[in-house]
């Protein structure tokens, strides 16, 4: 099974590094506003990394199938070549984490760095991991579980 | 140009002029930036002898080259002024987002200028500035100001730089309070913007900062991150800060009722530990910082009730706490909550508390002047009641709106010996007679008064850190012990001291950079990461120089302010022995000596303690000779 990005936010601190590895890995630059994870630091106390799940719903709406999914990784990368920037995908994303790209004029998202995700492998606290689909679903539904149970303490 | 966006925004308050000034590649490298540069434009631009409160007064906000960077303690910016408390050069640092954002909104410099006629924001976003009213702002707290702004402008990412009652109303140690949480404390900027009535300046931009080198960069990043997680001093995030109070109570280094001892009998009950565990709500990071050492907390209920605030530090905690007497840990997470909505330095804010105790306890000052409050050690319900007293000048709290120097020429000659501060900045909460010799001479010569801050802990070297000076020429290993009051050590100092301040004129945090090769930012890493992310050819040694240049830079913009050798004074307190506790006894005895080493070592007169001719023209500082 191919792996997955999954975050932890109250692991989080908000401290922005995977965007910066984000935009210096893709784009050479440090610019967290040229980033395909994003963190959300709002008061009071929320630190929460946004990713991509590659749930595909984009690669449905483009109207120049200029979004695909990688065989290798599952990823769903965009091929610049053939997008337009018409901004179809933006609209449909469920998470928001589709962009289009302001210097390129085309979509922006997430590719899994090619499998070696530059998010995950540098988040200093762990609140990003790039995992074993099997082993994110399992983490996904133990947060899920205890974000929704009533608190008894 | 890499690394730096190049530009520099100048805004004339008075005429509403707003310009932008490219920065010159040669002079920016020969300072590095962030401080140094500061230095240079204030000395230059600003004469002797200018009231810090008048519209004539210039305030430099400065970041660094790796501010906003993926630099593991890239996320500082610095607003450089001269204090209002002091009368020195100041350099008040603060973590937050701001930094960044004032650098992806496309300036490495702010330079603010005159005085508004009316209160005034100052609105920074993509490469453009706008002055905005603030009439409807002004007398609100910095929380309100920063949800304020938020609202109207409608965007959620800005960072806002706020200042509170306490600017407004000339409290001499106002802080300036950006992103809700993160003090630029020290010296009393609140008070100056607060003259110039500037409520705040907000930042945000999508500009990315532009990396010369981006493959060699991410290697060393990464390499800085690897060699970071054998930091000496890695355990500071897992508590905070404030998680160092035990060990130094327990080590007899707690400054308590104003420097009266260093050790508090009841520190167990507003511990590191407490906080974590009752009132910790999460962990939190400046922008780009991998450390983390900031923590939210709230407490629920009770009289000293408060929504989740940033804090409370390991200042704070001796200051409002044991400087007072206080044992109460929520009042002290009250009084924090109320400095950092206030806008008010909380280390000046709670030694004035504690000195007006002593004063109280003297017959000094009676419940007359106190407005029938009893100032009493370990009153936590008056600490609290005087904080809000201090940020609206209110009866007493005018009064300890001027700190403790001033207080101390009001209440007259015998409340002399118990004003704990160097140059009218108040002591921050680091012993000097037991924690490290070192450290007694940085509070005695760092430009701002006693500050533990700048250059970042000179005594770091005497807990058998090299800090990576090693290689570059430093004594090594210490001799003596951290006791030890030796002139041996002059050279050492001066070492110490000029690689603290590379991170100040790099925009870097303080944390990262105690340790040695393998496990902290030394010199020679700052060097390689300089290198990909400016393309330039970056040495450590061209650090170390250009951190001297800023180093005697702002030794001469105090000296033409007046302050010489015979300013470089510790507090009589610090030379009488500890009455009690675990280090009963340790006082400070050869200062002298000790100054006479580090000038000697600096290149400095000796008598007069300031740079010698020589030392400036090697230096290429010239313009500040005589
Ligand atoms: S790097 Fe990790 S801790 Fe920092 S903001 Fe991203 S997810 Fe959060
Ligand atoms: S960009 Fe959005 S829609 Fe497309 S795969 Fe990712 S989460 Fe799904
Ligand atoms: S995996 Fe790569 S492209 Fe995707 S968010 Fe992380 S760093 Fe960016």
């Known amino acids: 099974m191919s792996k997955v990005l999954v975050v932890d936010p109250s692991k989080c601190t908000g401290c922005h590094r995977c965007e910066m590895w984000c935009s210096l890995t893709k784009y050479g630059e440090i610019n967290p506003s040229r980033s395909n994870v994003y963190v959300i630091r709002r008061e009071p106390a929320v630190d929460v990394p946004v990713v991509c799940v590659q749930c595909g719903l984009c690669v449905d709406v483009c109207p120049v199938e200029a979004l695909k999914r990688n065989g290798k990784t599952d990823a769903v990368v965009v091929d610049a070549e053939s997008c337009t920037g018409c901004g179809t995908c933006v609209k449909v994303c469920p998470y928001g984490v589709l962009r289009i790209d302001e210097e390129t004029d085309t979509a922006a998202k997430c590719d899994l760095c090619g499998g070696s995700p530059a998010c995950a492998g540098h988040c200093p606290h762990g609140a990003i991991r790039y995992e074993d689909a099997g082993k994110a679903a399992a983490r996904r539904r133990e947060q899920w579980a205890t974000a929704i149970a009533i608190k008894i303490s | ?626």
């Open chain 2, 1 to 626: 140009m890499y690394g730096y966006t190049g530009n520099l925004l100048r805004v004339n308050l008075t005429s509403g002029e707003i310009k932008v000034e490219k920065l010159d590649e040669k002079e920016l490298r020969k300072y590095m930036g962030c401080t140094g540069y500061a230095a240079k434009l204030l000395y230059q631009e600003m004469p002797a002898g200018v009231d810090p409160l008048a519209p004539e007064a210039k305030v430099v906000f400065a970041t660094g080259a790796v501010t906003g960077t993926l630099c593991p303690s890239g996320g500082s910016y610095e607003v450089c002024y001269k204090s209002p408390l002091t009368g020195t050069w100041n350099e008040a640092r603060s973590g937050g987002a701001f930094g960044p954002k004032l650098k992806y909104a496309g300036f490495d410099f702010l330079v603010v200028e005159g005085k508004a006629e009316e209160p005034v924001y100052l609105l920074i976003k993509d490469g453009r500035a706008e002055i905005k009213p603030a009439k409807h702002l002004w007398g609100l707290n910095v929380e309100e100001t920063t949800d304020a702004i938020i609202n109207e402008l409608d965007d959620p990412e800005v960072s806002v730089a706020a200042i509170g009652q306490a600017g407004e109303n000339g409290v001499l140690y106002a802080a300036l309070i950006n992103d809700r949480g993160r003090a630029a404390g020290r010296g009393g900027i609140g008070a100056v913007l607060g003259s110039k009535n500037l409520k705040a300046v907000v930042a945000n931009g999508s500009g990315g900062i532009k990396v010369a080198r981006p493959k060699e960069f991410a290697e060393v990043i990464d390499k800085a991150e690897q060699w970071l997680k054998n930091y000496p001093f890695a355990a500071i995030p897992e508590m905070g800060t404030v998680g160092l109070l035990s060990g130094n109570n327990a080590m007899g280094m707690l400054p308590t009722r104003n420097f009266q001892t260093g050790f508090f009998e009841n520190a167990d009950k507003v511990a590191g530990e407490v906080v974590n565990r009752k009132y910790q709500i999460k962990r939190r990071a400046c922008y780009g910082c991998s450390f983390g050492c900031g923590r939210y907390t709230a407490v629920s209920g009770g009289k000293f009730a408060t929504p989740p605030m940033e804090g409370p530090e390991y200042e704070t905690a001796d200051m409002l706490g044991p400087i007072c007497g206080v044992d109460d840990i929520e009042a002290i997470i009250r009084g924090n909550f109320l400095c950092n909505v206030y806008g008010l330095d909380t280390i000046s804010t709670g030694i004035s508390i504690g000195f007006a105790m002593e004063c109280y306890e003297r017959g000094l000052l009676t419940d007359r002047d106190t407005d029938g409050i009893p100032l009493r050690w370990g009153d936590a319900e008056a600490v609290v009641k005087l904080v809000e007293k201090i940020a609206h000048r209110e009866g007493i709290g005018d009064l300890l709106a001027l700190g403790v120097k001033r207080m101390a020429e009001k209440l007259g000659p015998r409340a002399e010996d118990a004003a704990i501060h160097v140059k009218g900045l108040e002591l921050p909460a680091h012993e000097p007679r037991v924690e490290s010799k070192a450290l007694a001479v940085q509070y005695a010569v760092s430009p701002r008064g006693a500050c533990h801050m700048h250059p970042n802990w000179p005594s770091t070297w005497d807990f058998q850190v090299d800090c990576g000076m090693k290689d570059l020429g430093i004594p090594w290993p210490p001799t003596g012990g951290m006791q030890d009051e030796s002139p041996v050590k002059g050279v050492a100092y001066r070492y110490v001291a000029l690689q603290g301040e590379i991170s100040e004129i790099l925009g870097a945090c303080i944390f990262h950079s105690w340790g040695s090769e393998g496990s902290c930012l030394t010199p020679q890493l700052y060097a390689e990461i300089m290198k990909a992310l400016t393309g330039w050819d970056v040495t450590a040694e061209e650090l170390v120089t250009a951190a001297e240049r800023s180093w005697n830079l702002k030794r001469c913009f105090n000296a033409r302010e007046g302050f010489d050798r015979k300013d470089d004074r510790l507090p009589k307190r610090i030379s009488e022995p500890i009455p009690d506790g675990p280090s009963a006894g340790a006082r400070v005895e050869n200062l002298d000596r000790m100054l006479d080493a580090y000038y000697e070592a600096m290149g400095w007169d000796r008598s007069t303690g300031l740079p010698t001719a020589g030392k400036l023209k090697e230096l290429g500082l010239e313009f500040a000779v005589g």
